[in-house]
Structures are given as C-alpha cells and as structure tokens.
C-alpha cells in the first residue's frame, strides 16, 4: 500500500484535523499522483457537516485536484510519470450504462464514484480526497491539465469550472445568445469568464453592488444590482439563459420573469431548502426550469483545454493545510474572492 497523509473529518461535527491512511498499490490502469493543490469547494462543507444525507467517516474532502504522476500501473497509456494532470468529483462510473456509453458518465444511471465520501465500485471501499498528499486513480478517470496552465489554478477549474461550462455549452451561450449569472462566488466568477469566452452577451446578477467592478474586470459586459426590485421589470424577458449558483433562497419567479420566450433558467446551486415556483411565469412564454450537475470526464477535457486556449483562470487565495477550518468560516461568510486552494505540498 501506499502511504498518505491527509486532513480529515472524523464526524460531522469534528474540525478537520491532519489523518494518515494508506492509498491502493497501482493495478494496469491506475495512474499515482503526487497532489499538489487542491480547491475547497462548498459542497466539501455541506458533507463534511452531513447535511446531504449520512456522511462517511473518517472523510478527507476535496475534488478539485491538482497534481504530478508519480507513478503508472502496467497497462496506463494515457499518462507517464511528470504529467501535469488532475481528479475532479468523480473517479468511476459503471462505464456500460446509456449515460457513460455516450460520455455523460456524471449521469450514470448506477452512480459515478464521488472521489471522497463514497464506495469503489466494489461497495465497501471507501475513497479519499484530495485534501492530501497523493491519490491513485484510474487512468480513464484522469484530465490532462494543459501546459502553461498552472496547478494551483488549475484545481478549481475540475469542478467549479466544469459545472459552469457544461451548462453554458449544453444550453448554446454564444454570440447573439443573451447570459445572466447569478451570484459572483466560486462558481458564478468562472461562469462569467466562461461565457464571455464563449462570445455570449454577460450579465451578472447580484444581491448587492459590491462585486460590481470584479465582475467587469472579469469579462461580465453589464452588472445588475438586484437589492432595487425595479430591475426586474427593466431587464424583464431580457435574457435566453440564466444560470443560478445562488445556494440562498430568492424568489424564482422574479428570476424567470427576465427570461425571453423559450428561455432557460438553469440550476446549479443548491439551497438548503426547496425553492418553490409559481407555473405562470414559466407557461407564459414556454420557459424551462433546468438543472444540470458537474460534467463528464471528456467534457471536463474539453473544458480545461478551452480555458487553457482562452487564458481563462480562476482567482485564487492560496492557503496552507492548517488554514483549513478558518477557510471553511470565511467561505460560509461568502468571505473568499474567489476560491481558496490547498497547498498540499505543505501537509
Ligand atoms: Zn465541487
Ligand atoms: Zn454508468
């Protein structure tokens, strides 16, 4: 077995705290990879505290992961040791349902294998994230990351980039196309830069003017404050998607309001509790209420190679592992521009 040492949750209400376990020894397709940042995204909070269902513990979050192989199993052709890659949220899938056959394995039907607080496929075997020192890795499972991008911003690109690019290319953001983000966080920051690389007309909307002048330097061609509710009426049937990474709770009705006949309010935050929407605003003009969840592994490809080509990188505050439980506080306090990453060298 390989030796790791990591930071880990040993209950839903313990900090984290450093945890050392052991990694599997490489079989023919696995790649080893020496981790080297790793992003904090919200969703490592929500089940390190357990509030998506019972968590498994001990639990080392983190699937925004950066690194080197170290090493490759017999069998491995994708990869060689010193290769720049890295893990997102998954690191398998059942590989023969309908979904994973048509490379949307985010969408197997049996469960893709979240990289931490989850079962290998043999049910039993827990798997670890990337807030440690290395990880083992099939290699159909692993992204290249592209030369020149560099690895600390690298990492939140295998999650918080992937859930926006997917939407945004699945629902044709593009020239002549009208985008809102809503909320400028870690998700909605690379929604912007995504979007407007894509050539589509940016919009962000915000619950207050404070991100105004980061949201332009962003890419983001209009901001729009929603604390004055008579915006809602001036930019009504404005846009042909919306894409909201608000986890508060808001009224949607507002919200679709600003969609144009046959617009599309995609979801992808998730809010602690549901949000409910009167029909009218969608029957009205034939709008769809959508959701969509991280992306696939050829589409997480596709990604890093587009944000490579469009110089897109997230903006990053860098942290050490023993910053960890404060990083938690400032990110619950949206108090992070505009995701914090690990430095795992320094475990
Ligand atoms: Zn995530
Ligand atoms: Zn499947």
């Not at 490809?301 to 938690?328: G, R, W």
């Amino acid at each position: 077995m390989i030796r790791a040492k990591g930071i880990a949750a040993m209950s839903a209400k313990s900090e984290l705290a450093p945890f050392s376990f052991e990694r599997r020894n490489p079989k023919e397709h696995d790649v080893v990879i020496d981790i080297k940042y790793c992003g904090i995204c919200h969703s490592d909070i929500h089940q390190v505290k357990s509030e998506w269902g019972a968590s498994i513990y001990p639990m080392v979050p983190g699937h925004e992961i950066a690194g080197i192989v170290r090493d490759v199993g017999s069998k491995v052709s994708k990869y060689k040791v010193g290769d720049p890659v890295g893990v997102g949220c998954f690191v398998d899938s059942c590989r023969t349902c309908s979904s994973c056959k048509q490379d949307l394995d985010q969408y197997c039907l049996e469960g893709h294998t979240g990289t931490y607080n989850a079962y290998e496929r043999d049910g039993k075997t827990p798997t670890y994230g990337g807030y440690s020192d290395v990880i083992v890795v099939d290699e159909n499972y692993v992204l290249r990351i592209p030369n020149g991008v560099p690895l600390d911003k690298a990492a939140p690109l295998l999650c918080a980039g992937v859930t926006l690019y997917s939407p945004l290319t699945h629902w044709k953001a593009g020239p002549g196309k009208k985008v809102a983000i809503m909320g400028l966080g870690g998700l909605g920051h690379m929604g912007v830069k995504i979007a407007r690389a894509l050539g589509a007309d940016v919009t962000v909307l915000s619950h207050s003017n404070k991100k105004r002048e980061d949201a332009l330097k962003m890419g983001a061609h209009h901001f729009v404050s929603t604390d004055n509710k008579e915006v809602f009426k001036k930019y009504a049937g404005n846009f042909d998607l919306i894409i909201n990474t608000v986890s508060a709770e808001i009224n949607m009705g507002d919200y679709f309001g600003l969609l144009k006949l046959d617009g599309t309010l995609v979801v992808v935050g998730v809010p602690d509790r549901p949000l409910s929407i009167h029909p009218f605003p969608l029957i009205m003009m034939r709008r769809s209420y959508a959701g969509s969840v991280i992306g696939s592994i050829k589409e997480t490809q596709e990604m890093l190679d587009f944000c490579a080509k469009h110089n897109i990188t997230p903006e990053i505050e860098v942290i050490s592992p023993n910053q960890v439980n404060v990083a938690y506080e400032r990110v619950l306090k949206s108090d992070v521009r505009y995701r914090f990453v690990i430095d795992m060298t320094k475990i």
